[in-house]
């Protein structure tokens, strides 16, 4: 009924930049989305919340991030973005998209996720 699919991970030098977008499809058309995030989990360390943007467009981001990547969205495409600017090596971990999705009850949705790699 809901699917998250991300897409724009890869490998890059220190100091370069990658766009990461996630599609939300959702099967039944009475069901809204609220908010939607972007979170990362480096290996040995517990998945963390990077930046997150409700449907009005109010954004959140990790101090560790803030001023290197920006989050947006489009609501007509239910699609998400994460422009990481800047990316360091400890920027490398899996990004998983997840999505506040609202219909009987409210559930969050994960994508299966993307690697990003930033080498030194």
């Known amino acids: 009924q809901v699917q998250l699919v991300e897409s724009g991970g890869g490998l890059v030098q220190a100091g370069g930049s990658l766009r990461l977008s996630c599609a939300c499809a959702?099967?039944?058309?009475?069901?809204?989305?609220?908010?939607m995030s972007w979170y990362r989990q480096a290996p040995g360390k517990q998945r963390e919340l990077v930046a997150s943007?409700?449907?009005?467009?109010?954004?959140k981001t990790a101090n560790s991030v803030k001023g290197r990547f920006t989050i947006s969205r489009d609501n007509a495409k239910n699609t998400v973005y994460l422009q990481m600017n800047s990316l360091k090596p400890e920027d490398t971990a899996v990004y998983y998209c997840a999505a506040d999705v609202v219909g009987y009850t409210t559930t969050k949705y994960w994508g299966r996720g993307t690697q990003v790699t930033v080498s030194s």
């Open positions: 943007v409700s449907s009005g467009g109010v954004t």
């Open positions: 959702v099967s039944r058309s009475r069901f809204s989305i609220n908010d």
